[in-house]
């Protein structure tokens, strides 16, 4: 906000500049447009969805009046949805500076007051919050994403499905693993999904933080699983709340996870349609979500980087590109447009957005405002290379090929 020509965040109140994109103190981003806060949301979590992307004409009402309604209804809406997604994916806190203590803030979003109610729904809380905490090293970031998951496993948490866990923590490098009322057998088989891929890719080990159930509100019922790469879990105790400590995960909706049913019908018939590629199963919307995972470790190496499990204030601007080049796809076309290109050189001519959309339907997703998520192209490449091998489509194929260069061993 500005007072008297002088610019000021509006949300810790340090003065900033005014062409200055994010708060030097907080790390709050200092300017929102319509279309920022769209590719924030699709791009920045991407997930896996059941709603069918439907290019068919819809009957329009004749009334004038009802039409209006219906569309101040729909941008009241979806600002409310808007501002949550906001909230839950990139919450920020302000630091507690005379506290050095570990202190939870659990932030308003959808599992902020999560206990277990009905069936298929989770106790895990995915989205607590330390603030004014002492972090000197990426140890300490690491044990404290540990600590809180083994907090949440000291009541009512079933021996096999800890056991499945630590597994999966010890033998690919995962920090913490929740799947607290998942179906034992159905944790094994996601534990072999997971196998699979690393034995695949060794070069994944080492960046995923957490592996954890979710609950998901109404506004995405039709999200089966989600990749989110940035999730700011930690600010110090210090006056620019850095380092700040950074959680990237794979989050699975228990409304789905914890019916296997459901998710096996509702895979099979997005498989059958063409919606997903071709033999799809309950268990492989986690092979799509790791695409986007692989996906990211593609790009953090583009940029030279190790980690962001923690981020201080040398690393910062690296951090603010990695997050921008994400959300707004830039490296993940790049990648398409290399492996385009090199299909190019051994088959006959194809459009660009055609070539990807042999795939699948879901590899031609868009966003809100219209605009190609190219990171789902790479995921669903990667989920039909997972699937089907050499008989995957050849677009999938020639995309897997290079992502495979850019991760490396």
Known sequence: ?????????????????????????????????????????NNLNSSFNYNMYNNKNIAIPVLITILIIILILGIF????????????????????????EPTINTQTSTNSQSTK??????????????????????????????????DQKKDEYPQEIIQIENEIIDKYSITAVNLKEMDVEFARELKNVIKNIYEEY????????????????????????????????????????????????????????????????????????????????????????????????????????????????????????????????????QMLEEAYNNYLKNNSVIGFDEWRGQISGYALAKDTAGEYIYDETIAEAFHDVYLNNNNANEASKYIVEVLKKYIGG
């Open 117 to 150: 109610k009905g069936k298929y729904n989770t106790s895990i809380i995915t989205d607590n919050v330390y603030s004014g905490i002492s972090i000197k090293n990426v140890d300490d970031a690491y044990n404290l994403i540990s600590k809180d998951s083994l």
């Open 202 to 333: 060794p070069g994944a080990r080492g960046y995923l933080t957490n592996l954890t159930l979710t609950n998901l509100d109404m506004s995405q019922s039709g999200v089966i699983a989600q990749f989110m790469p940035i999730f700011k879990f930690g600010t110090s105790n210090t006056t620019t709340t850095r380092p700040w400590v950074i959680k990237t995960q794979v989050q699975l909706n228990a409304k789905y996870f914890l019916n296997p049913e459901r998710i096996d019908v509702t895979v099979a018939t997005s498989s059958k349609s063409g919606h997903f590629p071709q033999n799809a199963t309950k268990y492989s919307p986690v092979a799509h979500e790791f695409g986007h995972y692989l996906s990211f470790i593609a790009l953090l190496n583009h940029y030279y980087t190790k980690s962001i499990v923690v981020i201080d204030d040398n690393q910062l601007q690296n951090y603010y590109d990695i997050y921008k080049d994400f959300g707004e796809g830039i490296f993940s076309k």
């Open 1 to 41: 906000m500005k007072n008297g020509g002088i610019m000021f965040c509006n949300k810790c109140g340090n003065e900033v500049s005014e062409n200055q994109e994010f708060c030097n103190r907080c790390g709050n981003r200092l300017k929102y447009n319509n279309s920022n806060n769209i590719m924030q949301d």
């Open 77 to 100: 809406m979806y600002g409310i949805i808007s501002n949550n997604k906001n909230n839950y994916y990139f919450a920020h806190t302000v630091s507690n500076e005379n506290n050095t």
